[in-house]
């Protein structure tokens, strides 16, 4: 098959060129930063160097594509976050439709069920309904838990004051997926016959807050580290001084409410969908260790 990836060389990008390479397909990676050409090439596959928000650059790389592994930054912009999101997916839509690419595997997120109160994960939900619109595409909507690697943001709170915290409670039930398991997914996905408009939900392991500050802290020889329930404004201010920008403080802040009052995790836990991914707290804490 001839597949297109979009998320250059990331946590989710490499591993998954480097599965869909050895499964023998012709993979082509998108990627705004001319600097990676060299390491996309040198995995055996085709760099595409263009913006995901640009629908002719998109148009022009989907042709002849079997497949597509469509992904938006996490963040696009300091500004107009959601609406710079919701652009760049319909910048896909629109090259899919006009090039005819047949099966689609979109990345999401859990609480992408809902159209407000989940912070920057509105975005993907604007998404999901403009490829709904497609027509003749098998589409996978993949809706990942919430990355164990963000929790690397963590680490000067920790160095800094010797705790661990957010805006959620540290009884709070939170869906976790490794960025490999997620790789191991979209793999799985776009090698499928699949027709119509599928959801997957990838996990990798449900914990609390509290699990996270005791794995984590015994990873790191800090045993007593505390997870400490912030206040929305607390946790605002405190994203602002470690210099996010206004708006990427205020959805962060936001979706931490949604996974507090437990709306944002309630598809997932509430249908008990089977968590799939492999990788478990107590793994990545032994990678957390290392980069800490």
């Known amino acids: 098959m001839k597949i297109t990836i979009s998320g250059s060389l990331g946590n989710i990008g490499k591993p998954l060129t480097t599965k869909l390479v050895a499964a023998g397909h012709e993979v ?18 085709k760099a595409a160097i263009g913006s995901v928000s640009d629908a002719k650059f998109l148009k022009n790389t989907f042709v002849d594509a079997d497949a597509v592994f469509a992904m938006t930054p996490p963040n696009m912009g300091r500004v107009n976050i959601i609406a710079n999101t919701t652009a760049a997916g319909q910048a896909f839509a629109t090259a899919i439709k006009e090039t005819g690419v047949k099966r689609v595997v979109m990345l999401s997120s859990i609480g992408a069920d809902l159209s407000h109160g989940n912070g920057p994960i509105a975005g993907l939900h604007n998404i999901e309904k403009i490829y709904k619109t497609l027509e003749n595409v098998s589409l996978t909507f993949l809706r990942a838990g919430f990355f164990y690697t963000n929790l690397y943001n963590d680490v000067p709170m920790i160095k800094g004051a010797g705790i661990i915290g957010s805006n959620y409670g540290a009884t709070t039930k939170i869906p976790f997926v490794h960025p490999e398991d997620i790789a191991i997914a979209v793999a799985e996905e776009l090698q499928k016959i699949e027709s119509g408009i599928n959801i997957r939900y990838i996990v990798s392991d449900v914990r609390t807050p509290n699990d996270v500050a005791q ?27 470690a210099g996010l920008p206004l708006e990427m403080a205020e ?27 492999k990788i478990k707290l107590e793994d990545f804490a032994k990678e957390f260790a290392v980069k800490f």
């Open 28 to 45: 082509t990676v998108i990627t705004s930063n001319n600097d990676r050409v060299e390491a996309i090439e040198n995995l055996g596959a």
């Open 215 to 241: 794995t984590l802290g015994l990873a790191i020889g800090k045993p007593e580290l505390p997870w400490i329930e912030f206040t929305d404004e607390q946790a605002l201010v405190g994203m602002k001084e």
């Open 251 to 277: 959805l962060y802040a936001e979706m931490g409410s949604g996974l507090r009052s437990g709306k944002i995790q309630e598809d997932f836990l509430s249908n008990k969908i089977a968590i799939d991914g």
